[in-house]
C-alpha cells in the first residue's frame, strides 16, 4: 500500500484555498472555478502515468478528470466539487491559516479537503508504479448551485463505465448511504387591482396568498408527522421566498410564493406536485374569486445505497482496517452530487472528512481526519479495483 504524507496532504490543502473559486450563480462577478480547475490540471501532469483532461461542463467553466491506472482490474470513480458559496462577512478567506491541526478558509471543509485527498491519492498511485485497475478522479464544478459539472460527467458516464463511485463530501468519517433530494416550485396568486378605496372592485391577491401559507403550515405539520425514513427523517416543506402588490394605495393584483420541498428516498417529484396542487385546486373550490397557479421547478431527486451494496462493504472493511473502528453508517440531510451518479447507474457512496463551517463565516478542515480519509480511500481503491 501507498503511504500518505500529511505534511504534503496540508499544502495541497493550504493551494487549492488560497485559489478563489466562488460560484458566479451564487455571487454574480465572481471569479468562478476555471483558476483552480486549471491549477489542478497543471499540477496533475506534472506526474508521469496520470492522463488529465479539462471537460467544458458549459459556459466555459471546466471539469478536472484524471486518471490513473492501466490494470486490467474494475473501475472507481472520485468524486468532489472545486466550486465554493461566497465570502462576504469572513475574515482572511484565503488565507489557509493552520492552528490546532486544523486549516482555516473558504472551501478547506466544504469541499476542498477532499480534493486535496484526490490529488494526494493520483500522486501516489502514479508514483508507486502498477495499480490493479483504474481509478477515475471527477474535479467538478458548480455544486453549489445547478450541478452542471457532475451533470457533464454523467451525460458521457459510457467513457468510463466506472464500477462504482465514492462522493467525498465530509462525513466526520461516516459512511453516507442516503439523503434528502428537494423540490422547488412557484404558487402565484392572482386578483384584481383597485384603488384602495374601492373594495368592491379590489381582489387581495396577497390576501389569498396568505390562504396558501395556512395551507402549506398544515402541509408541513403533516409531513413531518409521517413515518420518519430511517437515515434522513421525515419530508419537509417551506416558504422561502414571497413578493406581491405594486405600492401601497393599491389592492394587489399579484402574489408570488416560491417554496422549497425536502423529499425522502421512495418520493418523486410527481407526488409533490399532487399535493401542493390539491391544495389550490381546494382553495379555488371553496371561493370562485380564488386564482392561483403551480410551476415546478428545480427537482433533485433524494439518494439512497443499501447497507448491502458491495461499495458500502469494501469501504466499511477499509474503515476498520485503516482506522481501527466500527464503520458508521448513515444519512445525510442536504443533496449531494451523488443523487446524479446513481441515477447514471454508478452505484455510489458517501465519505469525507471532519471539520466545520460548510457556508459559514469560519470554515476549517481537520487535517488529522484528511488523512485518515485519504488512506481510506487509498484501501477502497486497491481492494475495489483489485476484486
Known amino acids: 500500500m501507498i503511504q500518505i504524507d500529511r505534511r504534503h496532504l496540508r499544502e495541497t490543502l493550504a493551494d487549492l484555498v488560497r485559489i478563489p473559486s466562488i460560484n458566479p450563480d451564487l455571487v454574480p462577478g465572481a471569479g468562478g472555478e476555471r483558476e483552480i480547475a486549471e491549477a489542478i490540471a497543471a499540477r496533475l501532469r506534472t506526474t508521469p502515468g496520470i492522463t488529465v483532461e479539462l471537460q467544458d461542463a458549459g459556459g466555459g467553466r471546466p471539469n478536472v ?28 478567506p484565503f488565507s489557509a491559516r493552520v492552528e490546532d491541526d486544523r486549516l482555516y478558509g473558504r472551501g478547506a471543509f466544504d469541499m476542498k479537503g477532499s480534493l486535496a485527498s484526490m490529488i494526494v491519492l493520483l500522486e501516489a498511485i502514479a508514483r508507486a508504479g502498477e495499480f490493479p485497475g483504474q481509478l477515475i478522479a471527477t474535479f467538478v464544478v458548480d455544486e453549489e448551485y445547478a450541478s452542471i459539472g457532475t451533470q457533464a460527467i454523467c451525460r458521457e458516464i459510457d467513457r468510463w463505465r466506472p464500477d462504482a463511485a465514492l462522493v467525498l463530501e465530509p462525513t466526520d468519517l461516516n459512511i453516507g448511504v442516503a439523503h434528502k433530494g428537494f423540490v422547488w416550485a412557484e404558487i402565484v ?67 408570488r410564493l416560491q417554496i422549497e420541498r425536502r423529499t425522502v428516498p421512495g418520493e418523486t417529484a410527481a407526488q409533490v406536485e399532487a399535493e401542493l396542487q390539491a391544495i389550490l385546486d381546494r382553495l379555488s373550490a371553496e371561493d370562485d374569486q ?69 457556508h459559514a463565516l469560519v470554515e476549517w478542515s481537520d487535517l488529522a481526519s484528511l488523512e485518515a480519509v485519504t488512506r481510506v480511500i487509498a484501501r477502497v481503491a486497491y481492494d475495489f479495483c483489485g476484486m
Open 65 to 92: 478528470i484524471a486518471i490513473v491506472g492501466e490494470g486490467s482490474g474494475r473501475r472507481l470513480m472520485l468524486n468532489g466539487h472545486v466550486d465554493t458559496v461566497g465570502v462576504a462577512g469572513m475574515a482572511d
Open 189 to 255: 396568486t392572482r386578483g384584481r387591482a383597485a384603488h384602495g378605496s374601492d373594495f368592491r372592485a379590489g381582489v387581495d391577491a396577497i390576501a389569498h396568498m396568505g390562504r396558501v401559507l395556512v395551507e402549506l403550515e398544515r402541509l408541513g405539520a403533516d409531513l413531518l408527522a409521517r413515518t420518519p425514513h430511517r437515515y434522513v427523517g421525515p419530508p419537509s416543506i417551506h416558504a422561502s421566498l414571497i413578493s406581491g402588490g405594486q405600492e401601497l394605495s393599491s389592492y394587489p393584483e399579484e402574489c
Open 290 to 358: 380564488f386564482n392561483a397557479t403551480l410551476t415546478m421547478g428545480v427537482v433533485r431527486e433524494p439518494f439512497e445505497i443499501s447497507e448491502d451494496a458491495e461499495i458500502v462493504r469494501v469501504l466499511g472493511r477499509a474503515v476498520e482496517r485503516e482506522l481501527g473502528q466500527e464503520p458508521v453508517v448513515y444519512g445525510g440531510f442536504g443533496w449531494m452530487d451523488s443523487a446524479l451518479l446513481a441515477a447514471a447507474g454508478v452505484p455510489t457512496a458517501i465519505f469525507g472528512p471532519s471539520g466545520e463551517g460548510a
